[in-house]
């Protein structure tokens, strides 16, 4: 793709996010894509949001699961960013006009106390970056018609981002041990989904040291403050007006989320 062809893709994407209207796969309309495609089409979509007053407030972390990546015919992650327009209030109204076709998912949030940036970053580096964690839902979304993505599909729809939802009860990354904290998501009090969170590369942690390496290589730090979502501990379950999803970590505590029709709170 030359520099237009990217801007057309990006300008595509943009559109999808005004008009509520999902595309055709962008692989097929654009074949011969490549995975440097795809990122430069996300970061275009977020210099234009940057452009109108919005700020990155952090990076999530897809395709962390054995799964997920046997899906899409890949073997490591991709990231996306996290703007401040994505960040919903717990049980705060959340509106499903906002999004296309949403759907989610739970995560354990790390949010940062000092910047990381690799590459070179290990697990001890990663720790020490740490300010706590928090139980999380992530807000998955797709401009991409009936979620017909491929890899670089959602890494050019900016990882299929949509919204978070954090909670607010903060714990030191030193205190639990990622690995085996399990979680449940209930959808208005309906057990829809377990997991823990060894499930997210064997553990949140090498997600984020992952981000950190790969963002490093691009020349882009992780800034301190920033919110990190690792990917989520189970399969993402949809959501419409009208629900409320609950995740709970152990030790960690829950966080809920609630859908309103309309796309203003």
Known sequence: ??????????????????????????????PGMTLE???????????RRRAEGRTVTGHKVGLTSVAM??????????YGHLLDDFVHLEHAPVPVGRFLQPRIEPEVAFVLDAPLRGPGVSV????????????????VDSR?????????DTIADNASSGGVVLGSTPTPVGE??????????????????????????????????????T??????????????LPGAVCAMVPV???????????????????FVPGDQP
């Open 1 to 30: 793709m030359d520099d237009q062809t990217r801007s057309e893709a990006a300008e595509a994407l943009l559109g999808a996010y005004a008009t509520r209207v999902p595309l055709e796969p962008l692989t097929a309309t654009y």
């Open 37 to 47: 495609d795809a990122y430069a089409v996300q970061l275009l979509q977020m210099e």
């Open 69 to 78: 990546q046997r899906l899409l015919g890949v073997s490591e992650p991709d």
């Open 124 to 139: 001890a580096d990663a720790l020490r970056a740490v300010a706590f964690v928090l139980p999380a839902l992530e807000i």
């Open 144 to 152: 991409i018609r009936d979620w017909r993505i491929g890899l670089l």
């Open 176 to 213: 639990v041990d990622l690995r085996r904290v399990g979680a449940t998501l209930h959808r208005n009090a309906e057990l829809v989904g377990t997991g823990v969170g060894g499930a997210v590369l064997g553990s949140p942690v090498t997600a984020l040291v992952w981000l950190a390496n």
């Open 215 to 228: 963002l490093g290589a691009r020349g882009v730090t992780l800034e301190a403050g920033h919110v990190v």
């Open 240 to 258: 419409a007006a009208g629900d409320t999803v609950t995740a709970t970590f152990a030790g960690l505590g829950s966080v809920t989320a609630r």
